[in-house]
């Protein structure tokens, strides 16, 4: 299972717009698509088994028909499997896959994208977790930038690595955000300058720190466009704003320390999930 595009899928709308996210993914990368879905089952609705012999419901097997119109190439499977959602489809992505789930809400500051299953599925996943809803504004936006949120201070290997890869596959722009919050003046110096020239100067000196960063996965990615932006905004603002028109917003979580006890998303991964316009990937990172 592990390098396999998994998606969880129950025959909504969230659901299906992850599972069309999904096959493209899959299709793009060369990846087998596997459709899970998970909990119980539903005895009541028309079904058909899969290949373990377990239950469909009809509205999943439509999902699954539709993709195979669509992509007639792409290796797919679907089957049904019990257990707490959020803790199947976390483990069915293993550490080598890519997950995705269907979210609900409206997206925006006025609303919220994440629902109980995606949320826990996000901050349990040892993979990447795609996090799609239908309607978003940059869910078809194949063309749009790759959007990513970066700490320079802080390791993120992995989440600059798959931010690096989904920016080369779709041959995007990938946008790197990072948001820092310069020391309130006055500023004392020997120097006979004013403040607004130190002042200017601490902020080119944040964003060479980006770029170098940055630098050797421009070494590694050559063919990708970057742009590198050092912002006094709040970042999970900053992020939701560079979401519109976005075709993939990057955050990570952290999974050492303090956070690999309990599972959590920390504040910046938490309003982006919540509030994007595109879909979000939520990245483990140490």
Not at 22 to 39: E, F, K
Not at 41 to 66: C, S
Not at 145 to 167: H, K, N, R, T, Y
Request: aromatic share 4%.
């Amino acid at each position: 299972m592990s390098h396999a595009v998994v998606v969880g899928v129950d025959g909504s709308e969230p659901s299906k717009a992850a599972a069309e996210w999904a096959a493209q993914q899959a299709y793009r990368s060369g990846r087998p698509l596997r459709m899970i879905h998970a909990g119980a089952a539903e005895p009541f609705a028309p079904t058909e088994p899969d290949g373990g012999g377990e239950p469909l419901p009809q509205p999943v097997l439509a999902v699954r028909d539709h993709i195979a119109r669509v992509l007639p190439g792409l290796e797919t499977t679907c089957r049904h499997l019990p257990g707490n959602p959020a803790y199947v489809l976390a483990a069915a992505g293993g550490r080598d896959g890519l997950l995705v789930v269907g979210s609900r809400g409206s997206g925006g500051f006025t609303g919220l994208l994440v629902g109980s299953t995606a949320l826990r599925t996000a901050t349990r996943a040892h993979c990447p977790v795609v996090l799609v809803r239908a309607g978003a504004d940059g869910q078809g936006a194949a063309s749009g930038d790759v959007v990513v949120g970066l700490d320079s201070a802080l390791p993120g290997g992995e989440v600059l690595a798959f931010a690096f890869e989904q920016a080369a596959a779709r041959g995007a722009t990938l946008r790197a955000l990072e948001s820092r919050t310069l020391p309130a003046g006055p500023y004392v110096t020997e120097a006979p300058v004013g403040q607004r020239e130190i002042r200017e100067s601490m902020a080119a000196a944040e964003l060479v720190r980006l770029q170098d960063a940055l630098a050797p996965w421009r070494e590694k990615f050559p063919e990708v466009r970057v742009e590198a932006e050092v912002t006094a905004w709040p970042a999970g603002r900053a992020l939701v704003e560079a979401s519109r028109g976005a075709s993939l917003t990057v955050v990570g979580r952290r999974t050492s320390g303090l956070h690999a006890a309990a599972p959590w998303l920390g504040g910046v991964a938490h309003a982006v999930v919540h509030h994007a316009h595109s879909p979000v990937a939520v990245v483990p990172h140490d």
